[in-house]
C-alpha cells in the first residue's frame, strides 16, 4: 500500500494551499480532489464572480463617462464573449495551480475519498480504486450550496451560484433568494448588466454579518442600479407558468420572473464514511480545536467544512497554520501558537460600492465594551474620490474608550476591499489611536479617508466637520 506522511483531501484554497507549504518543509503529501485543483474559490466563487464584476462595473461607468467630459454612444455587450472571459480567467488560474502542482511533484490523487479508516496511529484514506496509508490527514471538502424545503435547486428555474456561473443567456428577469454576500454580489453584477434584479431577503438587513450602517448605505445603493429589495419577506413557493416563474411571498405579493438564484447560506460538505471512529460535528461542520485537529490526535479540518468564516482567505491560512503544527509535531517541537482571531480577518463584498470590514460592528463593540468611540469620514471629502469621481460610502472606525485601541473598520466605498487590508493590520497588531496615526498615509489617496476616520475617533478629522 502506498503511503504518505500527510494526506489531504480536497484541494481548494485550504488543501491547495497547505499541500504546497508542506512541499516546501520538504514533507511529503498527497493530496485527493474529485475535481479540479482551486476548489469552489478558483472554480466556482471568488475567482469567476470577481471577473463578472470587474465587467458589470466597467459596463455601468461607460454610461457615466459624460461626466469625465468623455463621450460613448450607447455601450454594448456580448454575454458570450463576458462568459468566455470569465472562463479564460478561471483556465489560466486552475491550470497555474496545477502546474505547480506538477513542478514541485507533489501527487494528486483525481478521485472521490469514500472511506477514513483509523489504523493504529495513522489513517487509511479509500476511493472506490484505491487505498493509501497517511499518518496525519487534512480534511478540506469545503461546502455546498443550502436548499429551501419548497425551492429544490433544479439548476433549470431555480439555480445555484454554480448554475448562474453556467448560464450562456442572461434572462430579462432574475429573483434572487437570500441577501447576503454572495446573493448581494449577483444583484450587482447583473443590475448592471441591465437584467431587472429582485432581492428577497427573510431578516430586516442585506448582509447581517455586516455593520447596520453600511448594509443600509448598500441596500440605498443597490436600490440606484434599479434592484427591487424585499426584506423582512420570505419566499413561500413558486410554479411556472406560460415560462415564467411566480413566486409567492409571506407578505402576500407575487413575483413574476425569469429565473431564481438562490443562495441562503451554505452547509459543509463531508459525506466520507469514517471507520472505527466518529468524527464529532456541530450541525454538519466538523469541530475543531483551537489547533485545528478534531476529536482524534493528527485528524485536522480546515476551510468550509468546519463553517467558521465561510472565506477562502481563512481555508488558507487555517491551512497554513495546520502545516506549522503538523510540521512541528514531525520533528518533536511542543510549542504552542497563537490562536487565530476570525474577528480581525478581512470580509469583503465585491457589489458596487464594495464593502470591506474588519473586526466588531457597532453593535457587536457597544455589547462588549462600556464605552465605544465611534469615527466617520466621507469619502466626498477625499480628494482621490472627487478625481475618481467615486464619493460614494465613508470610512467607519470603532475602538475601544478605555484603552483607545481599534476593534473595528468597516468600509463602503472606492476600493474598500483593497483599503480594508490597512484595518487588518492596525487592528489584529492591537494599535490604539496613537499608534495608528504614527502611519503617514500617502497624498492624495482613499487610504486618507482611513486616516481621517481614525482622527474622527477624537474628533480632529482635518477635513470634514
Ligand atoms: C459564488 C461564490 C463567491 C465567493 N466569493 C468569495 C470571495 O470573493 N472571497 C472569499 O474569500 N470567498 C469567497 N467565496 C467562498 C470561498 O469560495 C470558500 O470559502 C472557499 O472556496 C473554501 O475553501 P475550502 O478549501 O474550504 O473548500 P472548497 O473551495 O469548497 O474546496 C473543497 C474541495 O474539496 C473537494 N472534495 C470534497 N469532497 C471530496 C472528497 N470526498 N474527495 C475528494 N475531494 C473532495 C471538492 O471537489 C473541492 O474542490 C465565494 C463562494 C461562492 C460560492
Given at each position: 500500500m502506498e503511503k504518505h506522511t500527510v494526506a489531504i483531501i480536497g484541494g481548494g484554497p485550504g488543501g491547495y494551499v497547505a499541500a504546497i507549504r508542506l512541499q516546501q518543509y520538504g514533507i511529503d503529501t498527497v493530496v485527493f480532489e474529485k475535481e479540479r485543483l482551486g476548489g469552489v474559490c478558483l472554480n466556482w466563487g471568488c475567482i469567476p464572480t470577481k471577473t463578472l464584476v470587474k465587467i458589470a462595473d466597467l459596463f455601468s461607468e461607460l454610461h457615466h463617462v459624460d461626466e469625465f467630459g468623455l463621450s460613448i454612444k450607447n455601450p454594448i455587450y456580448d454575454y458570450s464573449k463576458i462568459y468566455e472571459r470569465k472562463n479564460q480567467v478561471v483556465e489560466k488560474l486552475v491550470s497555474g495551480v496545477e502546474f505547480l502542482f506538477k513542478k514541485r511533484k507533489i501527487p494528486v490523487i483525481n478521485e472521490a475519498v469514500k472511506i477514513l479508516e483509523k489504523h493504529g496511529d495513522s489513517y487509511l484514506i479509500s476511493?472506490?480504486?484505491?487505498?493509501?496509508?497517511?499518518?496525519?490527514?487534512?480534511?478540506?471538502?469545503?461546502?455546498?450550496?443550502?436548499?429551501?424545503?419548497?425551492?429544490?435547486?433544479?439548476?433549470?428555474?431555480?439555480?445555484?451560484s454554480k448554475d448562474i456561473l453556467k448560464l450562456q443567456d442572461l434572462p430579462k428577469r432574475l429573483t434572487i433568494v437570500g441577501g447576503g454576500v454572495i446573493g448581494c454580489e449577483f444583484a450587482s453584477i447583473f443590475a448592471q448588466l441591465d437584467v431587472e434584479v429582485q432581492i428577497v431577503e427573510f431578516l430586516p438587513q442585506l448582509i447581517s454579518t455586516e455593520d447596520k450602517e453600511i448594509s443600509k448605505r448598500l441596500a440605498m445603493a443597490l436600490k440606484r442600479v434599479g434592484i427591487k429589495i424585499n426584506l423582512n419577506t420570505a419566499v413561500e413557493s413558486w410554479k411556472s407558468v406560460n415560462g415564467e416563474l411566480r413566486l409567492s411571498l409571506s407578505n402576500g405579493k407575487e413575483i413574476t420572473t425569469d429565473k431564481v438564484l438562490l443562495s441562503v447560506g451554505r452547509d459543509p460538505v463531508f459525506d466520507i464514511e469514517c471507520k472505527n471512529f466518529d468524527i464529532t460535528k456541530n450541525k454538519n461542520a466538523i469541530t475543531i480545536?483551537?489547533?485545528?485537529?478534531?476529536?482524534?490526535?493528527?485528524?485536522?479540518?480546515?476551510?468550509?467544512?468546519?463553517?467558521?468564516?465561510?472565506?477562502?482567505?481563512?481555508?488558507?491560512?487555517?491551512?497554513?497554520?495546520?502545516?506549522?503544527?503538523?510540521?512541528?509535531?514531525?520533528?518533536?517541537?511542543?510549542?504552542?501558537?497563537?490562536?487565530?482571531?476570525?474577528?480581525?480577518?478581512?470580509?469583503?463584498?465585491?457589489t458596487n460600492p464594495e464593502i470591506g470590514s474588519v473586526g466588531l460592528t457597532e453593535a457587536q463593540a457597544k455589547e462588549k465594551y462600556e464605552e465605544i468611540l465611534v469615527g466617520k469620514f466621507p469619502f466626498s471629502a477625499n480628494g482621490k474620490a472627487l478625481g475618481l469621481g467615486n464619493v460614494f460610502g465613508f470610512v467607519k472606525t470603532i475602538a475601544e474608550a478605555k484603552s483607545k485601541k481599534l476593534v473595528g473598520m468597516h468600509i463602503i466605498g472606492p476600493q474598500a476591499t483593497e483599503l480594508i487590508a490597512e484595518g487588518g493590520i492596525i487592528i489584529q497588531?492591537?494599535?490604539?489611536?496613537?499608534?495608528?496615526?504614527?502611519?503617514?498615509?500617502?497624498?492624495?489617496?482613499?487610504?486618507e479617508a482611513v486616516a481621517e476616520s481614525i482622527e474622527d475617533l477624537e474628533k480632529m478629522s482635518i477635513n470634514s466637520m
Amino acid at each position: 500500500m502506498e503511503k504518505h506522511t500527510v494526506a489531504i483531501i480536497g484541494g481548494g484554497p485550504g488543501g491547495y494551499v497547505a499541500a504546497i507549504r508542506l512541499q516546501q518543509y520538504g514533507i511529503d503529501t498527497v493530496v485527493f480532489e474529485k475535481e479540479r485543483l482551486g476548489g469552489v474559490c478558483l472554480n466556482w466563487g471568488c475567482i469567476p464572480t470577481k471577473t463578472l464584476v470587474k465587467i458589470a462595473d466597467l459596463f455601468s461607468e461607460l454610461h457615466h463617462v459624460d461626466e469625465f467630459g468623455l463621450s460613448i454612444k450607447n455601450p454594448i455587450y456580448d454575454y458570450s464573449k463576458i462568459y468566455e472571459r470569465k472562463n479564460q480567467v478561471v483556465e489560466k488560474l486552475v491550470s497555474g495551480v496545477e502546474f505547480l502542482f506538477k513542478k514541485r511533484k507533489i501527487p494528486v490523487i483525481n478521485e472521490a475519498v469514500k472511506i477514513l479508516e483509523k489504523h493504529g496511529d495513522s489513517y487509511l484514506i479509500s476511493t472506490e480504486n484505491l487505498t493509501i496509508q497517511a499518518s496525519y490527514v487534512i480534511i478540506a471538502t469545503g461546502s455546498k450550496p443550502k436548499g429551501l424545503p419548497a425551492f429544490k435547486i433544479d439548476g433549470e428555474n431555480i439555480l445555484s451560484s454554480k448554475d448562474i456561473l453556467k448560464l450562456q443567456d442572461l434572462p430579462k428577469r432574475l429573483t434572487i433568494v437570500g441577501g447576503g454576500v454572495i446573493g448581494c454580489e449577483f444583484a450587482s453584477i447583473f443590475a448592471q448588466l441591465d437584467v431587472e434584479v429582485q432581492i428577497v431577503e427573510f431578516l430586516p438587513q442585506l448582509i447581517s454579518t455586516e455593520d447596520k450602517e453600511i448594509s443600509k448605505r448598500l441596500a440605498m445603493a443597490l436600490k440606484r442600479v434599479g434592484i427591487k429589495i424585499n426584506l423582512n419577506t420570505a419566499v413561500e413557493s413558486w410554479k411556472s407558468v406560460n415560462g415564467e416563474l411566480r413566486l409567492s411571498l409571506s407578505n402576500g405579493k407575487e413575483i413574476t420572473t425569469d429565473k431564481v438564484l438562490l443562495s441562503v447560506g451554505r452547509d459543509p460538505v463531508f459525506d466520507i464514511e469514517c471507520k472505527n471512529f466518529d468524527i464529532t460535528k456541530n450541525k454538519n461542520a466538523i469541530t475543531i480545536n483551537n489547533d485545528f485537529e478534531t476529536n482524534e490526535k493528527n485528524l485536522f479540518a480546515i476551510g468550509d467544512v468546519t463553517a467558521k468564516m465561510m472565506l477562502a482567505h481563512t481555508a488558507s491560512k487555517q491551512g497554513l497554520l495546520t502545516t506549522e503544527i503538523i510540521k512541528n509535531r514531525i520533528e518533536g517541537i511542543n510549542s504552542k501558537f497563537d490562536e487565530l482571531r476570525y474577528e480581525n480577518i478581512p470580509r469583503c463584498t465585491f457589489t458596487n460600492p464594495e464593502i470591506g470590514s474588519v473586526g466588531l460592528t457597532e453593535a457587536q463593540a457597544k455589547e462588549k465594551y462600556e464605552e465605544i468611540l465611534v469615527g466617520k469620514f466621507p469619502f466626498s471629502a477625499n480628494g482621490k474620490a472627487l478625481g475618481l469621481g467615486n464619493v460614494f460610502g465613508f470610512v467607519k472606525t470603532i475602538a475601544e474608550a478605555k484603552s483607545k485601541k481599534l476593534v473595528g473598520m468597516h468600509i463602503i466605498g472606492p476600493q474598500a476591499t483593497e483599503l480594508i487590508a490597512e484595518g487588518g493590520i492596525i487592528i489584529q497588531s492591537g494599535m490604539t489611536i496613537d499608534e495608528a496615526l504614527k502611519i503617514v498615509f500617502a497624498h492624495p489617496t482613499l487610504s486618507e479617508a482611513v486616516a481621517e476616520s481614525i482622527e474622527d475617533l477624537e474628533k480632529m478629522s482635518i477635513n470634514s466637520m
